[in-house]
Each structure stands twice: as C-alpha cells, then as structure tokens.
C-alpha cells in the first residue's frame, strides 16, 4: 500500500479552525490549540443557546399575554384554561401576536374563553367528561 502523508489535512483543518476563530480575543485567534478549544466551547455554547431561545420567546410569549389579558380583567391560566375549555387550538406565539397586532380579535378571544369557563361553572381546572387528557 501507499504510504499516507497527512500534512495537506492537518494544514486545512488548523487553517478552518484559525478562521473560526478570528475575533477572539489574545492567543484565542492566533495559536491552534487555544483557537480549537475556545472554537469547541463556542459551538457547544451555540447549540444550547439555540435550544434556550426556544424557551426564552416562549416565556416573552406568555408576559405578552398575561399583559393583554389583565386589560380585560381576566389572569393568564384563566385565560388558556379558558380556551382549552372552548376547544380553541391556538398557540402561545399566535396569541402573542394577536395581543400587540390586533387587540380586538383578542378581546374577543378573551370574552369567548369567559365564557367558556363560565358554562363548565366557572372552574376552568374541572374536566368535562371526566377524564384527565394531557394536551
């Protein structure tokens, strides 16, 4: 067999590391080594902080509501356990949206999760059917 001779390899990855690595600070974008670890560091921080934003506008998402719907005189678990009692399927990121574009739609989204909760007796917690369905 052919001999293997790995510098072209080894050359090319350093050079992709190197330019990973521009704009670090100090010896973190000049030297390999310090470059390679800081470049693992930040693609492990760059794929948990991709996972975390989820959550992040998920929460904006909710302060968004709670807010909107405090204007009608109604609180946020009120307000979903109302609309889970109506059968409205809509999700936290469209309500949120709704809440700043079109307040409105919203109030009357609000006025029909009342009413909801008002038909069931006004306990938004209690099921219907007796059963206990996760959604």
Do not use: C
Request: overall charge positive; hydrophobic content about 40%.
């Amino acid at each position: 067999m052919a001999r293997v001779k790995r510098a072209v390899h080894s050359h090319k990855h350093r050079r992709a590391v190197l330019e990973q690595a521009q704009g670090y600070y100090g010896n973190k974008s000049r030297s390999f080594r310090a470059a390679n670890e800081q470049v693992m560091h930040s693609l492990q921080y760059a794929y948990r902080d991709r996972r975390a934003r989820k959550g992040e506008f998920r929460r904006l998402w909710i302060q968004r509501i709670n807010a909107a719907t405090r204007e009608h005189g109604v609180s946020y678990s009120r307000f979903i356990a109302g609309l889970r009692l109506a059968e409205v399927d809509v999700d936290r990121k469209v309500l949120a949206d709704l809440a700043v574009a079109d307040p409105t739609a919203f109030g009357g989204l609000v006025k029909l999760a009342v009413a909801a909760t008002e038909a069931n007796g006004g306990t938004p917690a209690a099921d219907t059917d007796g059963s206990s369905e996760q959604r």
